[in-house]
């Protein structure tokens, strides 16, 4: 199923992600799709704020995985920028410490949204419109969380 709607701002977007970011749990995976520009970086630092996780969310532009540990013992949050990977499955090649089946994967993709890495990935997708500060975002996730997002 599929959730959309607008926001209108920077602001909007952070909450979007908050929301979703509270229904997440350990094992989670979120891939999100938008070229470059469209708000992924913006959505995935609302979506880290509500984790309680070590360090500031910022574009990954150099690095391709960043690692924020849990400060109370949950998920750690892996924020990949995949702008430079060919498959998702190349992800698990990376030098990452955290277990991913411990952690909450985020994915910024781009490059239309592909199945290989996780099962039942959620997925966003962040579209420009004809307005500089609006954004369509489409939500594909179970119903479970749609839900809970309206
Ligand atoms: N409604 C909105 N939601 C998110 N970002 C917006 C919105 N309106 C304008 N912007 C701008 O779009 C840009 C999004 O950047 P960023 O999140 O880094 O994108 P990406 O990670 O997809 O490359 C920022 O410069 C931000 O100020
Ligand atoms: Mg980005």
Sequence with gaps: MT???ITKSIKETKELG???GKL????????????????????TQGLASSLNIKG??????????????SLDNKANLVHVDAYRLNTLAEISQ???????????????????LVN????????VKINHTDNEEERLI???ASIDILEKLK
């Design 116 to 123: 290989d890495l996780v099962e039942n990935p959620i997925k």
């Design 3 to 5: 959730f959309q709607t």
């Design 56 to 69: 500031e969310v910022t574009s990954p532009t150099f690095v391709i995985a960043r690692e924020h540990k």
């Design 94 to 112: 990376l030098d990452l410490t955290s277990d991913l089946e411990e952690s909450i994967l985020v994915v910024e993709w781009g490059k239309g």
């Design 138 to 140: 489409e939500i594909d």
């Design 18 to 20: 908050a929301k979703l």
């Design 24 to 43: 997440l749990k350990a094992g989670d995976a979120v891939l999100l799709d938008g070229e470059l520009g469209a708000g992924k970086t913006t959505f």
